[in-house]
Structure formats: structure tokens, C-alpha cells
């Protein structure tokens, strides 16, 4: 006899987002980003090709970047998340979000927040000798970040408008300033 009891669709989370602690109940099918968008309100995160392709949709999680269109909400119990309205403010924006404006490092802009979140994340891995696969040397101290270095850690963030000179020199920038 085959049993009667549905099967639960939905489930309690808790993470911090931003640096607020945040509960919400959510349907167990709940993309982290329809979370973000949806539930908290949090627009700067971009749903693009809602199939990982474009990078429009990329956060940090516990520091890693992923793209939260393909991460369901109820896998991050208890996960730090920074979206790009947790790397600045419109008074104290971060060194990527200035490097941005400096370089005109953006065109329509949709793409913008997880350009700058993705750069965020990659100049950490970069900086923690985690190699890509431009990398020259796997056993190098540090990871020297040529423009084939940043273009191929960039890589799963496209920009339809191609700005990517700007967005390579405002990297450049802010990864040269970190030296």
C-alpha cells in the first residue's frame, strides 16, 4: 500500500545576507536568486539567461562566487551571502564598484553587479593562489594576474554590450593597487 503522506514543499531557511540575518519560508524549488529578488527585495542581482551561462545573477556564498540561478535557497542554511548591495554603499562604494565608475566599465549596466561581484570573488581566489587553468605556473608563490589570467577568470561573465576592455582595465586596477 503505497503511502498517503505529501511529501513537504516547502521549508524554514536562515542565512545572512549582507551581514543581516535573514529567515524566510520558501518553496523547497526556491532559486537563491528568486530568494534574493523575490522574497528579500534585493534587485541588483540579475537574472539573465537563468541557466548559468551569463554570470548576471553572481553572489558570494561563505566568499565563493556562484551563480545563485542555478543554487536552490534551502542549500544555503546558514551561508554567509554578499550580493552587490553588500560590497558598497552609494556613500562608501568598494574599490571594484569605484574602479567601475573610473573606467566606464559598463554600458547598459545589467551585467554590472555580477561583474563586480565575480571580480570580487576572483581577486580572492587569485590572492589565496588558487590557479585557473591561464594559469603559467601551479607552483608559483602568487598568481600573476596578466589580462589572460583575468580574462579567463572572468569568463563566465558576459557582457551582451562589450565593455570588457573597461572591465579589464578597472580589475587591473584594483588587482595592481592590492600588490
Same mark, same amino acid.
Given at each position: 500500500?503505497?503511502?498517503?503522506?505529501? $511529501?513537504?514543499? %516547502?521549508?524554514?531557511?536562515? @542565512?545572512?545576507?549582507?551581514? %543581516? #540575518?535573514?529567515?524566510? +519560508?520558501?518553496?523547497?524549488?526556491?532559486?537563491?536568486?528568486?530568494?534574493?529578488?523575490?522574497?528579500?527585495?534585493?534587485?541588483?542581482?540579475?537574472?539573465?539567461? +537563468?541557466?548559468?551561462?551569463?554570470? $548576471?545573477?553572481? #553572489?558570494?556564498?561563505?566568499? #565563493?562566487?556562484?551563480?545563485?540561478?542555478?543554487?536552490? $535557497?534551502?542549500?544555503?542554511?546558514?551561508?554567509?551571502?554578499?550580493?552587490?548591495?553588500?560590497?558598497?554603499?552609494?556613500?562608501?562604494?568598494?574599490?571594484?564598484?569605484?574602479?567601475?565608475?573610473?573606467? +566606464?566599465? @559598463? =554600458?547598459?549596466?545589467?551585467?554590472?553587479?555580477?561583474?563586480?561581484?565575480?571580480?570580487?570573488?576572483?581577486?580572492?581566489? %587569485?590572492?589565496?593562489?588558487?590557479?585557473?587553468?591561464?594559469?603559467?605556473?601551479?607552483?608559483? %608563490?602568487?598568481?600573476?594576474?596578466?589580462?589572460?589570467?583575468?580574462?579567463?577568470?572572468?569568463?563566465?561573465?558576459?557582457?551582451?554590450?562589450?565593455?570588457?576592455? =573597461?572591465?579589464?582595465?578597472?580589475?587591473? +586596477? #584594483?588587482?595592481?593597487? $592590492?600588490?
Amino acid at each position: 500500500m503505497a503511502s498517503t503522506t505529501a $511529501a513537504p514543499n %516547502a521549508a524554514a531557511i536562515t @542565512f545572512t545576507v549582507n551581514g %543581516a #540575518v535573514r529567515a524566510l +519560508d520558501l518553496d523547497l524549488r526556491t532559486t537563491l536568486l528568486d530568494a534574493l529578488r523575490e522574497h528579500l527585495d534585493l534587485k541588483g542581482t540579475k537574472k539573465g539567461c +537563468d541557466h548559468g551561462q551569463c554570470g $548576471a545573477c553572481t #553572489v558570494l556564498v561563505n566568499g #565563493v562566487r556562484i551563480n545563485s540561478c542555478l543554487s536552490l $535557497a534551502v542549500m544555503h542554511q546558514g551561508d554567509e551571502i554578499t550580493t552587490i548591495e553588500g560590497l558598497g554603499t552609494p556613500t562608501d562604494l568598494s574599490d571594484l564598484q569605484v574602479a567601475f565608475l573610473d573606467r +566606464d566599465a @559598463f =554600458q547598459c549596466g545589467y551585467c554590472t553587479p555580477g561583474q563586480i561581484c565575480s571580480a570580487t570573488g576572483m581577486l580572492d581566489e %587569485a590572492a589565496k593562489g588558487w590557479p585557473s587553468s591561464a594559469t603559467g605556473d601551479l607552483n608559483a %608563490a602568487e598568481i600573476n594576474l596578466t589580462d589572460a589570467e583575468i580574462r579567463e577568470r572572468m569568463s563566465g561573465n558576459i557582457c551582451r554590450c562589450s565593455a570588457y576592455p =573597461q572591465i579589464l582595465d578597472a580589475i587591473r +586596477d #584594483v588587482a595592481g593597487a $592590492a600588490t
